[in-house]
């Protein structure tokens, strides 16, 4: 069986990229200290708007959706879920407000990760809901003529508990020293969780609340205020070539955690870029206008009025209204879509519209 050793891991782990990276995650969480003091008007309202981000992105991850209205209205309690895909949002939502109001208090233990586990098919009756797998699983991949073909095997059923009980003892040795920095243990547990696959369902978006859960234990609450699900989801392609990079000979104790690792550095760094920009930007004399001219000229793709609104928290409906229509008056901005489906997008410079 394999033997979980994170000390060996960690000194491994011990290379100029990883180091680099960590090293640029420190830093940022640094400056977010002096948001929460100079801005927690802001803080939270991006928190609300974190949330229902990473819930949409973490299912939409596993082919789970819903409409933004109806995600909306279930992260708000508006409405009940109408569907297993919404009964699946439902229970996400439901572990994602337990972490983000009890992580300090919230031990990582294999029966609180079955409870977690148990939480997330809370709005449905499945079986499996709080317990290990029974069965073998395979993670397999479709090949370019169609056919499945075997990608990576986890730790086998019978090994399951013992293995997710070795991890979580690990993590608790390595985690309060002082020698390694504590969200590096985290991003190995992660990754191990991931490979050891211990559910019949549900291993991804479990993976994904226990990244947050452990790095908010670390001091790393980025996650709070933009949604590390949501970067993950747009970096779905580097996500899957990190992991299998990683996983090689993972089940002889010899796996390389680096390119797992060092994806999940970027991915926090790259939320934490985010937070800057959102907190000087919200934070700066500049007019609506300004704000959302800003707003688009870094904008790829479309945006609807409600995620504008969103990204741009202190900002009226009024205002977004205002400043949209001068937008697209001026050529600057076009609107695609109708209705609920209505959007907008920027008009590069000289683009016909």
Known sequence: MLQFEYGKVLQRLMMPGVVSAIGDVREHR???????S????????????????????????????????RLRELMERK???ANRDEREIAGYRYVLDTIHESHDSIPITPGVILQLHRDLYRFQDVSFAGRWKDSDNTIAERTEDGSMVARFVP?????????VE??????????KGATYDPLLVSLIFVFDFVSIHPFADGNGRMSRLLMLLLSYRSGYDVGKYVSIEAEIERTKTTYYEAL??????WAQGESDYAPFVTYLLGVMTACYRDLDERVSLLSSSA??????????????GTVTKRQIMDDNPTLSRRTVERVLQRL??????KKVGAARATAYQRIDQGEVS
């Open 30 to 36: 640094g400056r977010q200290e002096l948001y929460k």
């Open 328 to 333: 697209q008056a001026e050529g600057a901005v």
């Open 79 to 81: 409405v009940k879920p």
């Open 244 to 249: 299998a990079a990683s996983s090689p000979r």
């Open 287 to 300: 007019k609506g206008e300004d704000v959302l001219r800003a707003y688009f000229a870094g904008l790829t």
């Open 155 to 163: 730790t086998s059923a019978a090994a399951t508990p013992s293995a």
């Open 166 to 175: 070795r991890i979580c003892d690990e993590y608790a040795r390595w985690s």
């Open 38 to 69: 100079l801005q927690p008007a802001v803080l939270d309202r991006l928190c609300e708007v974190a949330k229902i981000q990473g819930t949409g992105a973490s299912n939409r991850i596993e082919n789970i959706s819903t409409s933004e209205v």
